[in-house]
T-cell receptor, first 113, second 111 residues
Framework: DADVTQTPRNRITKTGKRIMLECSQTKGHDRMYWYRQDPGLGLRLIYYSFDVKDINKGEISDGYSVSRQAQAKFSLSLESAIPNQTALYFC????????????FGSGTRLTVV | GQQVMQIPQYQHVQEGEDFTTYCNSSTTLSNIQWYKQRPGGHPVFLIQLVKSGEVKKQKRLTFQFGEAKKNSSLHITATQTTDVGTYFCAGPRGGGNKLTFGTGTQLKVEL
């Protein structure tokens, strides 16, 4: 099994719909992140969480919300999807005590029509 | 805010040629990380550099961290088709190990 699992892998949804992207990890890491990838723009941080009680906005949080249900689970929601939220979404985890970087999930490709 | 730029955005090479991507930060970085994303895949951590002027090698890959800790480079010697993908640099922003990623360099290798 993958260390960081994202579901669904692909999703097509209509404008205005609420959608949730899920992320679970078996790394035992406290820190979890949601990034969005768009061509030519790299990866941009949406939200991050350093433990279950800690949630923080990233650089592009508008239109998104998150929930940290447990150490292992971090969900991203689009309350009312719009077409410019069409992108590839990645969840990642990290351990600040380690020199190893982020461990990413396989990503969710979201299309809003 | 902190920005991390990479050049070039795209690079096509013939197999066996060398390749270099450059990463520049608007602010001094405590460390720089490099990731590789294969087509259709997810970013995978390659290496972290911490010290000013540090150079690290992984087989045909050579990573450098600038003396001022504001720039870095990744050099691949004698590229192979397995090197195809997008290479990202990333540096911590603010506190707590949040990474700002560069815009990435997409490498294509032709036979």
């Amino acid at each position: 099994d993958a260390d960081v699992t994202q579901t669904p892998r692909n999703r097509i949804t209509k404008t205005g719909k609420r959608i949730m992207l899920e992320c679970s990890q078996t790394k035992g890491h406290d820190r979890m992140y949601w990034y969005r990838q768009d061509p030519g723009l790299g990866l941009r941080l949406i939200y991050y969480s350093f433990d279950v009680k800690d949630i923080n906005k990233g650089e592009i949080s508008d239109g998104y919300s998150v929930s940290r249900q447990a150490q292992a689970k971090f969900s991203l929601s689009l309350e009312s999807a719009i077409p410019n939220q069409t992108a590839l979404y990645f969840c990642a985890t990290s351990d600040p005590r380690s020199t190893y970087g982020y461990t990413f999930g396989s990503g969710t490709r979201l299309t809003v029509v | 805010g902190q920005q991390v730029m990479q050049i070039p955005q795209y690079q096509h090479v013939q197999e066996g040629e060398d390749f270099t991507t450059y990463c520049n930060s608007s602010t001094t970085l405590s460390n720089i990380q490099w990731y590789k994303q294969r087509p259709g895949g997810h970013p995978v951590f390659l290496i972290q550099l911490v010290k000013s002027g540090e150079v690290k090698k992984q087989k045909r890959l050579t990573f450098q961290f600038g003396e001022a800790k504001k720039n870095s480079s990744l050099h691949i010697t004698a590229t192979q088709t397995t090197d195809v993908g997008t290479y990202f640099c990333a540096g911590p922003r603010g506190g707590g190990n949040k990474l700002t990623f560069g815009t990435g360099t997409q490498l294509k290798v032709e036979l």
